[in-house]
């Protein structure tokens, strides 16, 4: 069965620093990866993808993950914080040809002045 | 613009009535799903349908309804026997071509 993890349900950096958010995944199958970020009482939007192909992947806002198999994780990085950066973060995982997604806990990144 | 429109925004519910969430998307997606979001865990599927009258139970289904009458139209009944139901409920839409899904902007229900 498929399943998401990450670690870390509050996160806090400054301003500038690097931003480093972790996800770990089980898939029997090659999984397609995704992070997706939440605004207060808004929906999910996607930040960047990984179904094939090239394994570092770069995504909207300066945000960019790496897919490494063989740690079967796929953490999302931004060198430099900023404050509009600040809201909940999910990394989830499908499996190719499936419509199922599985989502993780969430990370609240809170970035500081 | 297209999306995925959820309505109300907020809804307010008293214990022992059914409420519908609707979902109406204009992407012309095959599969349509509901979700609860609780603090601290993350999105639980409810429902999901990947074709027009199909639809299968999620993780999270009891205490809820849905149908699939129309392909842009997949709404939620929240249920009386759904005995914690003041969540963050979110529709979500992906079809060919998408391997990521579509998100409309929740509703929030609350039971007073």
């Known amino acids: 069965a498929q399943s998401v993890t990450q670690l870390g349900s509050h996160v806090s950096v400054s301003e500038g620093a690097l931003v480093l958010l972790r996800c770990n995944y089980s898939?029997?199958?090659?999984?397609?990866l995704f992070w997706y970020v939440q605004y207060p009482n808004q929906g999910l939007q996607l930040l960047l993808k990984?179904?094939?192909?090239?394994?570092l992947v770069k995504g909207i806002n300066g945000f960019e993950a790496e897919f490494k198999k063989s740690e079967t994780s796929f953490h999302l990085t931004k060198p430099s914080a900023h404050m509009s950066d600040a809201a909940e973060y999910f990394c989830a995982v499908s499996e190719s040809g499936t419509y199922k997604y599985i989502f993780g806990t969430g990370t609240r990144l809170k970035v500081l002045a | 613009d297209g999306g995925i429109t959820q309505s109300p925004k907020y809804l307010f519910r008293k214990e022992g009535q059914n409420v519908t969430l609707s979902c109406e998307q204009n992407l012309n997606h095959d599969a349509m799903y509901w979700y609860r979001q609780d603090p601290g865990q993350g999105l639980r599927l409810i429902y999901y349908s990947q074709i027009v009258n199909d639809f299968q139970k999620g993780d999270i289904a009891e205490g809820y309804s849905v149908s699939r009458e129309k392909k842009e139209s997949f709404p939620l009944t929240v249920t009386s026997a759904q005995k914690n139901p003041t969540a963050f409920y979110l529709c979500a839409a992906t079809g060919r071509g998408h391997t990521e899904a579509f998100f409309g902007q929740g509703t929030r229900l609350t039971v007073v």
């Open positions: 898939s029997s199958v090659p999984p397609y």
């Open positions: 990984y179904t094939t192909g090239a394994t």
